[in-house]
């Protein structure tokens, strides 16, 4: 059974960082790629960074050049290093799979105001 356990959200001011971590189970780990995702109030969970087995990154429009996304495989946790936030990416931080690999854990709530 896939289990996923976010950290690390909070509220921070616009510019600010966060580090978010998820802890997988093992199993997750043999799937191709993972992803965080993120849902803001009122709106559809979108993917915003992507990681392959082998490294290989992708990251939505909104992400580039400010989200990093890595994984320790040896830990079986995948971070996501969040840099220049801004109010718009406030919202509830997911990862899974990607595709999606099995149920949502509980996020991490991820605040951006002054």
């Known amino acids: 059974q896939v289990q996923l356990v976010e950290s690390g959200g909070g509220l921070v001011q616009p510019g600010g960082s966060l580090r978010l971590s998820c802890a997988a189970s093992?199993?997750?780990?043999?799937?191709?790629?993972m992803g965080w995702y993120r849902q803001a109030p009122g709106k559809q969970r979108e993917l915003v960074a992507a990681?392959?087995?082998?490294?290989?990154?992708n990251y939505a429009d909104s992400a580039k050049g400010r989200f990093i996304i890595s994984r320790d495989n040896a830990k079986n946790t995948v971070y996501l290093q969040m840099n220049s936030l801004k109010p718009e990416d406030t919202a509830v931080y997911y990862c899974?799979?990607?595709?999606?690999?099995?149920?949502w854990g509980q996020g991490t709530q991820v605040t951006v105001s002054s």
């Open positions: 093992k199993i997750i780990f043999s799937i191709s790629a």
């Open positions: 990681i392959t087995s082998g490294g290989s990154t």
């Open positions: 899974n799979g990607v595709p999606r690999a099995g149920s």
